[in-house]
Every structure is written in structure tokens, then in C-alpha cells.
């Protein structure tokens, strides 16, 4: 039997990565794909992800094969029985949750490891247990410490997403069509699936119309399945001075992100989607921390309410003071420093829209 750090000396070993759902998650555990391959040569790479986000890892050269969560009973027992065929030699689940820990109870994994819950039963399915660091820390860096416990010294900290040359492509078609191609423009964010941490859509408006106003950047509102009412009701409010882009692909949608000046809006699947590409973000933060969700570079920025209520991490509020507070005037200001200081755009050129 191989101890804890004996077994990374196994030539060709099998690791298992979980994280189940939501883009910028999986996207978030794209780093530790990427360093395991390069501090172990030879190991292959499994992720177990749902089927709606197979996308997000699907052209990912680090990953050596996606395996699918389905929901219908005979996908989940076969999933089951290819887990045990594989045989793995270390699991790290990221995902946590109790499913997750069944599953990697029952593949019979050498060496399996999942963060500590208070008070779960699911916390003895693991080998070893990493208790969640009080102090916020960036997300990737949480999952190192996972890996850290097994012998495993990551320091790259980037996320990684892939896309095709027809993606890229449809992407510059998009911005033809809006005649928009060749000129400065900034994708709004607009969408969270917590309430709470919902900016108003007459401040994305007004934010939108201010910053072509002082700048000449052009907003482009982009939207996601499900979120085609709402986004277009933003759009609608400032139509004047932005562009709507319909729903692309997801592919299709990080090489658009590529393309663009800079993201600013919420934080999302689609704020990580630009990250991952590369592209500069200013994210609005309300009850969330932003420590935890925000590379540490200079081309990544937030800003966030200090009020007494700051960081309750309430999915849902009835007052939303911490969003009210941050105008769209506090929002631009703060805005276009981090333009002009951290990420070098000249905000004094106008071009119109």
C-alpha cells in the first residue's frame, strides 16, 4: 500500500477532479488540471462534471477525459460502474456535497480527499479533509490547498477555456453585424442567480450611457439561456448608446469576450469566462466576498458597499442597501481609474456609437 506522498511516484496515475456545476467553478478548477500534468508527467487527468457543462472543458488539452453527470437513474449507475472499472489512484472533489462524496466513497479510490464540513457525516467518505480557511482566499488557491495536502505543490494560478477558429470567426461576425468591429467596447454583465447580489438595471443603464458618454467605449449587453427578458429590458433603458448581442454559444461567447476591451458587471459565469480568456473585468460586488472571486492582478478590480452588513453571503434581500449605495456615478468613477491606471485605456478619445 502506497503512503500519502509515495503514491505520486506511481508512474501513469489516475486522478479523478469533481466539480459538478456553474461555469466559473469549473473554470475556477481549470488551474489544477493544468498543474497536476505539469508536476506529475504522465498522469491522467479525469473530470467529472454535469452534461449542460461539458462545454466549458471540452477542447481543454490538460483533461484527459470528461466524465458526465446525468440525472436519469441508469447514467448515474453506469457512471458508477465506470468509476470503479477506472480505478483511481487519487480523487479530489471540490464539489463536496453529499452526492459527490458518495460517489467518491463507492469508487474505491485509492487516495480521495474533499473539504470539512461541521457536523456532516459525508466528512468520513474521505481519506482526508481539508477544513475551509476562515481568512478569504482566492478560489483557486482554496482548491491548492486540497492538493497541497496530498504532497502536490501548484503555483499557477491561471484558468484556461478554449475555443475553436470558427468561434472566433462567428465572434467577429457578431461585431460586423453591430458595426462595432475595430472600435473600443466593454461586454456588461448584468445576470446573477442570487437576488442578492443583483445590481439595479437602471444603474447598469445609466453606467452604460455614462461611460460612452466620457469615453467613447462602447456597452455590450450579452445575455445567457434564461436571461434574454431581463437583459433586454436593461439594454432597452440606455439602447441609445450600447449594442444587444443575441445568445451565442458558449465557445462562441469566450471568443467574443476575447475581443473586448473589458467586462464589467457582476460576478458570473461570464466574469470568469473572461477571465479565462484573458480579457480585464471590474466586478460589483454586494454580499459575496471579493477576495475569494478576484484573481490577484492588477487587471482584475472590484468594488463593494462598506456598510455594517457587508459580507452576510444572504442569497436574497428585501433592501439591497449594499447595491443601492453604489451609484452609477461611485461605480464610473472608480471605473475609470482602474481604465486609465491599472489596465492602460485612453478614456479621453470619443468615438461614437
Known sequence: MFSNFEILKKPRLKILLIMFRRIGDILLTTPVAAELKRIIPGSRIYFLVEKQFYDVLSLNPEIDEILLLEKRLIKEFNLFKKLRKEGFD????????PRSALLTLLSSARRTY???????LRNK?????????????????????????????????????????????????????????????????????RPANMWLPEYFAELAIQLNKTTG???????????????????????????LISEMTLKQAGALLSMADFVVGLDNGLKHLAVAVGTPTF??????????????????????????????????????RCMKILTPDVVLNKLLKFLSEDIKIDITKSRNI
Not at 144 to 165: C, K, Q, S, V
Not at 292 to 304: G, Q, V, Y
Open 90 to 97: 487519487l480523487i479530489f472533489d471540490f464539489q463536496s456535497n
Open 114 to 120: 474533499g473539504y470539512h464540513f461541521k457536523f456532516r
Open 125 to 193: 467518505f474521505y481519506n482526508y479533509t481539508l477544513r475551509k480557511d476562515s481568512n478569504p482566499v482566492y478560489a483557486v488557491e482554496h482548491k491548492f490547498n486540497l492538493l497541497r495536502m496530498a504532497g502536490i505543490n501548484p503555483e499557477n494560478y491561471e484558468t484556461h477555456f478554449y475555443f475553436t477558429e470558427n468561434d472566433r470567426i462567428s465572434a467577429e461576425r457578431v461585431l460586423e453585424e453591430l458595426e462595432i468591429k475595430g472600435k473600443r467596447f466593454a461586454v456588461f454583465s448584468t445576470m446573477s442567480r
Open 217 to 243: 467605449i462602447i456597452p455590450v449587453f450579452m445575455y445567457g439561456p434564461g436571461e434574454r427578458e431581463y437583459v433586454s429590458g436593461v439594454y432597452k433603458k440606455c439602447s441609445g448608446y450600447a449594442k
Open 283 to 320: 466586478t460589483i460586488f454586494g454580499p459575496s466576498q471579493p477576495e475569494h472571486w478576484t484573481p490577484p492582478e492588477k487587471k482584475h478590480t472590484w468594488i463593494r458597499a462598506d456598510i455594517d452588513c457587508t459580507g452576510c453571503f444572504k442569497r436574497s434581500c428585501s433592501d439591497l
